[in-house]
């Protein structure tokens, strides 16, 4: 019923930047909170960047003044501004989303995950 899609990972070399973005397609109603969680090879998965439908926003320690969530409600999207990024910035990001979607005449909230988009930062 509902899909996130991920978007611009790629390579890029240490203090380069990448923006990644996430959609959200299908049933939707509503769509609450989105937010950015990580996950490096044999550690486990962590929350880099969320942001509320009204718009306030959180971040990891780790990533404070160098990444940028944001999100654009008209098209369903958020997005991951991510600047001067290191080598241990490196792991596949997840795009979350919490989403109230439309069941025939009632409505259901669920939290949603996309399939992941890899980030890999040389040194």
């Known amino acids: 019923q509902v899909q996130l899609v991920e978007s611009g990972g790629g390579l890029v070399q240490a203090g380069g930047s990448l923006r990644l973005s996430c959609a959200a397609s299908?049933?939707?109603?509503?769509?609450?909170?989105m937010s950015w969680y990580r996950q490096a090879p044999g550690k486990r998965r962590e929350l880099v960047a969320a942001?509320?439908?009204?718009?306030?926003?959180n971040y990891a320690d780790s990533v404070k003044g160098r990444f940028t969530i944001s999100r654009d409600n008209a098209k369903n999207m958020v997005y991951l501004q991510m600047n001067s990024l290191k080598p241990e910035d490196t792991a596949v990001y997840y795009c979350?989303?919490?989403?109230?979607?439309?069941?025939?005449?009632?409505?259901?909230?669920?939290?949603?995950w996309g399939q992941g988009t890899q980030v890999t930062v040389s040194s």
């Open positions: 942001i509320a439908s009204g718009r306030s926003t």
């Open positions: 979350n989303a919490d989403i109230t979607v439309r069941v025939l005449t009632t409505k259901l909230e669920g939290d949603y």
């Open positions: 299908g049933s939707i109603f509503s769509i609450n909170a």
